[in-house]
């Protein structure tokens, strides 16, 4: 009997030993986000769940990233012209060893509602002497009959982007750095009519997301911003 005491407390022991090595050998999962605010006029506190990302984001500006466990999230706003009010504005599962952006707009019907945009981030380094570049189209174009309408994206007249609508995200391309593209946004039905152009310049090994903003169609209403990820 008094074995058998002697062995069964070994056991318990070795597996509490067991149990402590394997919770200690449980990673601790990290992801990382940032925030774009493309809302004119109106600047925001922005929280991930009760963390406070960063304080009086301005128009056209973006966080830096956050490093954050990796898990579901609640994004929740605070407009400076409402400071009593906390904004709900979506859910991002930020997953482990990533990097994930959000950005907010009016949306293309230009009613005052906000839709918000969220995207993982490819920050692979682009091969040497060249650039990486992705466009979130947050602008709007309607065709006369009211339709909305996709945009484009051309090098001069060499497509770059096609077809992307409102709230797009497109794929990183790889294009050669170090050079200034002459950029113009056309509508996808209407390739012929340039109403806005945007030279672009770009450094070798940079990542950029480039942010359209506004009526596509209109020059003095469309805007971009670029941010540079490295």
Known sequence: MKKLLIVVLGWLMVMTACKKNSDSAIPVTSSSFMFFNGVPDVTYDIWLDSTLIMKDLTFGQSTPYREMRAQLYTIYLIDHNRPKDT?????????????????????????????????????TAPPAEHMKLRIVNL????????????????????????????????????????????????????????????????????????????????STLFKTFTITHN
């Open 139 to 218: 602008s709007w174009a309607f065709r006369p009959n009211g339709q909305s309408s996709s945009m484009d994206l051309f090098s001069k007249t060499t497509p770059v982007f096609r077809g992307m609508g409102f709230s797009a995200v497109t794929e990183f391309a790889t294009l050669p750095g170090d050079s200034t593209y002459p950029f113009n946004f056309r509508r996808n039905d209407d390739t012929t009519k340039v109403p806005n152009q945007f030279p672009f310049k770009s450094q070798s090994g940079k990542i950029y997301t480039v942010v359209m903003l506004g009526n596509a169609l209109t």
């Open 87 to 123: 904004i709900r504005v979506g859910q991002i599962n930020l997953r482990n060893k990533r990097l994930f952006s959000a950005y907010i707009a009016v949306d293309s019907a230009n009613n005052g509602q906000r839709v918000v945009t969220a995207a993982e981030d490819d920050l």
